[in-house]
């Protein structure tokens, strides 16, 4: 049983387009997240979750928006999608307080044309 | 200053080396120090996770970290050309905010 897995694996789509990327955990972890890596593979963080509360990286556009139907699940929708926003986006989580076990997803790769 | 420095490499090294990987902090509130190990197209691996300063032995490899000069070290003994990867560093205050990563070093051990 995968850990932390994110669907789809590869993502090709059009500017403009909304489309969704989806996380799940099996690990009982509170806290999920999502991070992007860029072209030159530097990880940052963009948000983090839990039951309490959702911290935002101010540098994420307001297009990014994530969505938790609950504690396993961390989906993460993007609107009018543009050519910067080609990536690999991973999914995280942790327990949150010790930070133990912070666990990746193996990556959604997103192509904007 | 970025808030995690890490020297991207390539570093390459004989098999059987021993090898060093370090970074260094700025932010005094990080508590939290991890490695992971990211294969080209994967997702990063957990290596190793250190609480505050001090050392820690897992198998071949041994994370330290030291908050009074901050500067976190991952050492790789008897390296074999499976560990060819990048190799990230990463620090976090704890609760929620995230981990803050360097750029990774790009390692490669020649058989």
């Known amino acids: 049983d995968t850990a932390v897995s994110q669907t789809p694996k590869y993502l090709v789509t059009q500017m403009g387009n909304d489309k969704s990327i989806k996380c799940e955990q099996n690990?009982?972890?509170?806290?999920m997240y999502w991070y992007k890596q860029d072209s030159k593979k530097f990880l940052k963080i963009m948000f983090s979750y839990n039951n309490k509360e959702l911290i935002i990286n101010e540098t994420v556009p307001n297009r990014f928006s994530p969505k938790s139907p609950d504690k396993a699940h961390l989906n993460l929708h993007i609107n009018s999608l543009e050519l910067g926003d080609s990536a690999v986006y991973f999914c995280?989580?942790?327990?949150?307080?010790?930070?133990?076990?912070?666990?990746f997803g193996s990556g959604t790769r997103l192509t904007v044309v | 200053q970025k808030e995690v420095e890490q020297d991207p490499g390539p570093l390459s090294v004989p098999e059987g080396a021993i090898v060093s990987l370090n970074c260094t902090y700025s932010n005094s509130a990080f508590q939290y120090f991890m490695w992971y190990r990211q294969y080209s197209r994967k997702g990063p691996e957990l290596l190793m996770y250190?609480?505050?300063?001090g050392n820690k032995e897992d198998g071949r490899f041994t994370a330290q970290v030291d908050k009074s000069s901050k500067y976190i070290s991952l050492f790789i003994r008897d390296s074999q050309p499976s560990d060819s990867a990048t190799y990230l560093c990463a620090s976090a205050r704890g609760g929620a905010d995230g981990l803050t990563f360097g750029k990774g070093t790009h390692l490669i051990i020649q058989p």
């Open positions: 995280a989580s942790s327990q949150e307080g010790s930070l133990r076990g912070y666990t």
């Open positions: 690990l009982g972890h509170d806290t």
């Open positions: 250190t609480y505050s300063s």
